[in-house]
């Protein structure tokens, strides 16, 4: 049966931010040691220490910002530690990630170097739980105040003498958890607080996030948005905080430890994955009706940057690092997230994948024993993506039943969409979840005539297929010819297990 969907090209919709690609870097396992930052010393090609094999792969995605230093690292980082010369940094104990020494080698100056190479956007994640307000405050006063204060005095005294442009500022992380466990009113209280203090200096404009809620708190969500609505959101936003986030990871298996291998797993744990991934969209829509109550004209944000997948690590390797190998699996994890980001742009204003080197669903992972760099499954949906940042979302409407699968005493629709029009030109990305049958599908494209499809492919032998420093492009994607466009009807086959994007340049 093949399922039956309308694009209707001319009709407008939300823009699909640029930062809804983006990514999370926290100072866990070899995300930022070993993956970012390799030290000057190191034989590995960098710049000022930072590596530059993975600088330019995530150039190629148009990376659009990087959130640091946490995570839960970042309610107990406290930046002071982090500037000046590197042999007189003080050593502490990153007590939630394996108990490790931080030589706190990789600081502001570091971070903002390393954002500066990507052109991406910095993210900074405050810390709440563990520091002050004052110690925040000054934070943003170091990074981005110019001309004369003691803050900028300081920063250029460690050698920068202009100030930083940083919008994207977060309040403390999962207030509710890590971050200092918080109730929902304590922690409100707290956001209003600190983001008082967190200053505009000059032109530079803060974008402040307050920690949101885990997964299905819708309560967390609407104690900060009743806050907000309080004294009228577009006035209290603008000295408090103008979006909340929310975390969410793909978890399966039947406890916290035992979610199973990212690599050695059957059919079964297989669509229990999907079930999973494909629940972003009923947080997702469940967190914007609160935020809809509270705020219809859309000023809040809602930001996701927590998401991806979480399995046990890889065997033999610190249970605190979270290292895991990132197969076929994982890429259709993040395309299946992606068209549900796309469907609420409206709300959705940025989402980071946790995280990008060498810690849960990775782009790139680096051997420890080599100067080897591998670009994941999930990489290559990025890239395979990339059309879609800051272009203009297009809804794909079902005409018919789409397929789907019973999965436990769930069912789960098994061909995923979502399609955007940008620059003259149509991006249509396509997901097949089911991991052993085909999909045919028919997209009658109203509103405007197409040009010759442009199709690539992202699948692979089995789910389980993955990357290595030996098979680096065992799954990666490859022009693709299962794609026909006759009479206004875009024909795509899809095999089991399989990520499709088609592009054709659009006419009047
Ligand atoms: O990404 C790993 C951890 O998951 C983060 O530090 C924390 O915010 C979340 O619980």
């Known amino acids: 049966m093949t399922l039956e969907a309308v694009i209707n090209l001319d009709l407008g919709g939300p823009r699909i931010s640029r930062h809804l690609y983006g990514h999370f870097a926290e100072h866990l396992g070899r995300c930022v040691y070993g993956g970012f ?47 000046g010369p590197r042999d007189r940094r003080p050593v502490m104990v990153n007590t939630h990630w394996g108990g490790v020494e931080e030589n706190n080698h990789f600081g502001t100056h570091e971070f903002m170097a390393l954002c500066e190479l990507l052109g991406a956007e910095p993210y900074i994640s405050g810390n709440v739980g563990s520091g002050t307000v004052r110690e925040m405050s000054e934070w943003v006063e170091y990074l981005t105040r110019g001309g004369d204060s003691p803050m900028a005095r300081l ?29 929902a009113e304590h922690y409100a209280h707290q956001a209003r607080q600190y983001g008082t203090y967190c200053r505009d200096y000059g032109d530079n404009q ?25 004294l009228g959101c577009r006035r209290i936003t603008s000295t408090m905080y103008h979006a909340l986030s929310l975390h969410h990871y793909t978890i399966t298996g039947p406890s916290w430890d035992e979610k199973g291998s990212a690599t050695d797993f059957g059919t079964g744990e297989f669509y229990a994955t999907m079930v999973a991934a494909a629940r972003i969209e009923e947080l997702i829509a469940g967190h914007a009706a609160v935020m809809d109550c509270y705020d219809p004209g859309k000023s809040v944000g809602l930001v996701l940057d927590e998401w991806g997948t979480w399995f046990d ?81 297009l809804r794909v409407d079902p005409r018919t039943a789409p397929p789907s699968r019973p999965v436990g005493d769930t069912t789960l629709t098994t061909v995923s969409m979502s399609a955007s ?88």
């Open 206 to 230: 803060l974008y402040k996030i307050a920690a949101g809620a885990n997964g299905e708190d819708y309560a967390w969500t609407e104690t900060l948005m009743k806050q907000l609505a309080h």
């Open 155 to 183: 920063r250029a005294a460690n050698g920068r003498e202009e100030p930083w442009r940083v919008r994207f500022w977060g309040l403390g992380n999962e207030a509710w958890g890590c971050g200092g466990n918080m109730t």
């Open 313 to 393: 690590v890889e065997p033999g390797t610190n249970p605190g690092f979270l290292y895991q190998q990132n197969t076929l699996r994982d890429a259709l994890v993040a395309s299946v997230h992606f068209d549900v980001f796309h469907r609420y742009a409206d709300r959705l204003v940025m989402a980071n994948i946790a995280q990008t080197v060498n810690v849960l669903q990775a782009m790139v992972l680096t051997d420890p024993d080599s100067d080897a760099m591998v670009l994941t499954p999930t990489y290559h949906v990025f890239a395979m993506n990339r059309g879609h940042q800051d272009a203009t979302s």
């Open 421 to 508: 029009r940008k620059d003259g030109r149509l991006l249509v990305s396509l997901s097949n979840l089911d991991a052993e049958a085909a999909a045919d599908v028919a997209i009658d494209l109203r509103g405007g005539t197409a040009g010759q499809p442009e199709a690539l492919i992202l699948t692979a032998g089995a789910p389980q297929d993955h990357n290595t420093p030996q098979a680096p492009s065992a799954v990666a994607p490859r022009p693709y010819d299962g794609v026909s466009l006759t009479g206004g009807t875009l024909r795509v086959h899809l095999p089991a297990h399989a990520f499709v994007t088609v592009s054709a340049g659009l006419g009047k």
């Open 37 to 83: 930052y390799v030290g000057e010393d190191s034989a590995i090609p960098n710049e000022g220490g930072i590596r530059l094999d993975v600088v330019d792969a995530l150039r190629a995605l148009g990376i659009p910002n990087l959130r640091w230093p946490g995570g839960c690292f970042a309610d107990e980082y406290h930046w002071q530690d982090g500037i």
